[in-house]
């Protein structure tokens, strides 16, 4: 399995399945305008920042082939899907669907395709570059020459478009150039206070038969330099050892897993009912983090971390065969609830975490409604008693 498509197998993945009906949508105002951009114009906006391909949006993802085809698509004058694009001010956009249509124009345009097996690796320059550098774009090791790849079926002639570049396309070069691509712009007007009309839109949107999870959409919409903190806090070697996964999910499930943790540990004062408002509120919140902020949650996750040398892949399985996100949260608040309150606590036992995953009052606030409130803070309050015992009768 390549590393753009590493899948978090090892993780009980229903544990972080919202509810339906778990809560109430509110009603919004949003202005939508739809704007008709050729391709010359989205490349030049992609390369002069206006246009911004969020870094923790999940990896490009198609193959050759399905990308020739949207170049096939836009020479011919044929349609192609519509991109949705959040205005945050004044020529400033941030793709939330389409990301993948855009970023195969822009790299036809440049004559190169990137590997397959470097594209986990092309994200990481991105986060930290804000963009593909020249220089990246002409490394061989990250990047092939765009030739299109347009098989023709048995009996079919051979389509003229197959193999070509984008400096090879003669007189088609022009009618890809000027070929237009609709692109609705939206805009949250009210509530002022959130841009959580946003989530609920692009949570219903359908990319190329490919939905949005909740977490891909967070990162796009709430990222700041709290969610560039959290993708360091991701590959932190203890934290991959627990998931039993070395690579990052190509979905986010495992910085999803991070995020609850850290929303929860702030407390569970507002919750009401649904994890994913939950969560969406926290990072909302999270992009007024100043550095010292950042750098206190980053260095409480370490903290914790440290705590878990002893424990490895099969610690937080909570007696099944995959990683359980639900005891995991718990026992994170738990232990910092703990040293809060001035209690030494050096180490987290394995047989600490298999004692309260197994433990009846536990359990019972973790099946079906794992997020309703009271189960939800039922679980916290069951696990903190617990490992507060734990580590008094060890002490």
């Known amino acids: 399995m390549s590393e753009q498509e590493t899948d978090l197998t090892n993780v009980d993945l229903g544990e972080l399945e ?21 391709t010359l114009t989205m490349n030049s906006f992609i390369e002069q ?7 923790f949006q999940r990896n490009y993802v198609w193959d050759r082939r399905r990308a020739s ?18 205005e945050e001010g004044e020529n400033d956009f941030l793709v939330i669907d389409g990301q993948q249509r855009l970023m195969t124009v822009f790299f036809f345009a440049k004559e190169r395709f990137p590997r397959k097996e470097k594209r986990s690796i092309l994200r990481q320059f991105f986060n930290s570059e804000g963009g593909i550098s020249p220089d990246i774009l002409d490394n061989d090791e990250y990047f092939e020459t765009f030739k299109l790849s347009l098989p023709s079926g048995p009996g079919q002639k051979a389509n003229k478009f197959s193999g070509l570049t984008y400096s090879t396309l003669g ?36 990319t190329g038969g490919v939905n949005l999870n909740p977490q891909e959409i ?26 039993g996964s070395p690579d990052p999910d190509s979905r986010m ?29 926290f990072c909302k919140t999270s992009k007024s983090f100043g550095e010292t902020k950042v750098a206190d949650i980053s260095s409480e996750w370490e903290w ?4 878990n040398s002893a424990c490895t892949r099969t610690t937080y399985q909570a007696g099944s065969a995959r990683f359980s996100p639900l005891l995991f949260e718990a026992i994170y608040v738990a232990a910092l609830a703990l040293r809060d309150n001035g209690h030494s606590l050096t180490v987290i036992k394995p047989q600490w975490v298999e004692r309260i995953g197994k433990t009846k009052n536990f359990t019972r606030w973790t099946h079906e409604g794992s997020t309703k409130t009271l189960n939800l803070t039922e679980r916290l309050k069951e696990a903190r008693t617990l490992l507060s015992e734990l580590v008094g009768s060890d002490s």
Do not use: C
């Not at 920042?49 to 870094?55: F, R």
């Open 304 to 307: 914790f971390m440290g705590l």
């Open 49 to 55: 920042g206006a246009i911004k391909i969020p870094p």
């Open 218 to 243: 967070r990162a796009s919409l709430y990222h700041s330099k709290f969610f560039d903190a959290l993708f360091h806090l991701n590959q932190e070697p203890k934290w991959r050892e627990l998931l």
């Open 69 to 86: 085809r949207l170049i096939e698509s836009l020479i011919l004058g044929l349609p192609v899907p519509q991109v949705f694009l959040y």
């Open 171 to 206: 007189q088609y070069k022009r009618r890809f150039d000027l070929r237009t691509i609709r692109n609705i712009i939206v805009k949250q007007v009210s509530p002022n206070n959130d841009d959580s009309s946003m989530f609920e839109m692009f949570n219903r949107l359908n």
């Open 253 to 281: 499930k495992d910085i999803e897993v991070i995020l609850r943790s850290l929303a929860l540990r702030e407390g569970t004062e507002k919750y009401a009912g649904s994890m994913t408002a939950f969560v969406n509120r």
């Open 18 to 38: 919202e509810e339906e009906g778990s809560g109430q949508i509110d009603e919004y105002s949003i202005v939508a305008s739809p704007n008709d951009f050729n």
